[in-house]
Structures are given as structure tokens and as C-alpha cells.
């Protein structure tokens, strides 16, 4: 085990990435040798940002970290974690509901695939921001731009502004 390099995975949907996200991305560039964010879709929520987009914008934000690389991913996170030859799993704790989920699926991963789970906390002015409530509020009119990188809230606003256009001429009259 000494002297060997750890790689590790952060996975997740990221659509889109939140400063939340980043900031986890941030504590993990100084813990391992290797962190490979590995953008996939939970099969419980739908698609906003397609995954090409997902990770052109992610390589953009940490184009600054030589040691974090981006990469999609299809299949079981677990599989995918094997494939790339991962050491550790990193997610990000915000708050204690995050705990109950986060327990369990490190309880499984572990129990399917051997795979540890190492946690970080988020810092306290992210605690509450997740992907799904900025897509929500921006969607609504709402100002996130407190809560996304200032590149990702640029192309947040043109897609819905595409979406809303589109609609506006699907919809018959
Ligand atoms: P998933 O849909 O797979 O949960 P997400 O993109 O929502 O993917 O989250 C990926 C990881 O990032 C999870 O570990 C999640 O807890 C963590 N995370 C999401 N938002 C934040 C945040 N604001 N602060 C810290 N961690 C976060």
C-alpha cells in the first residue's frame, strides 16, 4: 500500500454542477493522487443538460485541477468505478438528510463491489443547494446565480430561453 497512488470517483448526475458540487471537487483535488468525476443519470430523475454538455462544462471549471479528469459513464456507478480502477468513491455530505441516503448506498456499494466510501462536507453556504432546486427556480424566473458558476448560469439561461421558445412553438394556438 505505500507510496501507491489513490484514485478516486466522484459520481453524480451534475445537471447542472452547482458550487456545492465544486466545492467537494476542491476538497477531493487535495486528498487523492487521481479524481475522476464521473457524470451519470440517476434513473429516477429526467435529463435537463445532456451528458456531453454536462461534461464539456465540468472540464471547463476544473481545467485549473491536473489532477481531476471528466469523464460519462452508462452503467451500474459501481461497475464503471471498477473499470477505471477507483480506489475510492468521494460524495459530498450537505446536511444530515443527505447521511441516511449517502449511508446506505456506501453500505451497498461496499457490500456489491468492495468499494469504500470516503465523505466530505460541504462548506455551510452550500449546505442547502442542490441540482434539482436551481433548475426549478431558474426555470421559474429565478435568479441562481449565486449557486452555479457564473459559465454555467450563461448556458442555464440560453437553454431555457431555447426551451421556453421551442414551446412557445410546439404548442398550437
Ligand atoms: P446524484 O443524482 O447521483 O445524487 P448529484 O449530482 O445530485 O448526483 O450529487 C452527486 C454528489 O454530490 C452526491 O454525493 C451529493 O451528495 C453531492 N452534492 C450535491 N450537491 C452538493 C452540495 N451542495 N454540497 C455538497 N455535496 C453535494
Redesign the pocket.
Known amino acids: 500500500m505505500e507510496n501507491k497512488k489513490i484514485t478516486a470517483i466522484?459520481?453524480?448526475?451534475?445537471?447542472p454542477?452547482?458550487?456545492?458540487?465544486i466545492?467537494?471537487i476542491r476538497r477531493g483535488n487535495k486528498l487523492f493522487d487521481n479524481l475522476i468525476i464521473a457524470v451519470?443519470q440517476?434513473p429516477?430523475?429526467s435529463e435537463f443538460f445532456s451528458k456531453d454538455e454536462r461534461v464539456r462544462m465540468i472540464r471547463e471549471l476544473t481545467a485549473d485541477m491536473p489532477r481531476v479528469t471528466v469523464q460519462s459513464y452508462d452503467c451500474l456507478?459501481v461497475k464503471f468505478a471498477a473499470e477505471i480502477k477507483a480506489d475510492v468513491m468521494?460524495?459530498?455530505?450537505?446536511n444530515l438528510s443527505?447521511v441516511e441516503?449517502?449511508f446506505q448506498l456506501a453500505m451497498t456499494n461496499r457490500t456489491v463491489a468492495g468499494i469504500e466510501t470516503v465523505?466530505?462536507?460541504?462548506?455551510e453556504e452550500?449546505?442547502?443547494?442542490?441540482?434539482?432546486m436551481v433548475r426549478q427556480i431558474a426555470l421559474l424566473g429565478g435568479d441562481v446565480s449565486k449557486l452555479i458558476p457564473e459559465s454555467v448560469y450563461q448556458q442555464l439561461r440560453q437553454k431555457i430561453k431555447k426551451t421556453s421558445h421551442t414551446m412557445d412553438t410546439d404548442v398550437p394556438e
Open positions: 466522484f459520481p453524480g448526475s451534475f445537471d454542477i452547482t458550487n456545492g458540487h466545492d467537494v451519470g440517476n429516477g430523475k456507478t468521494l460524495r459530498g455530505l450537505r443527505d441516503y449517502e465523505f466530505v462536507m460541504t462548506s452550500y449546505g442547502y443547494v442542490n441540482s434539482t
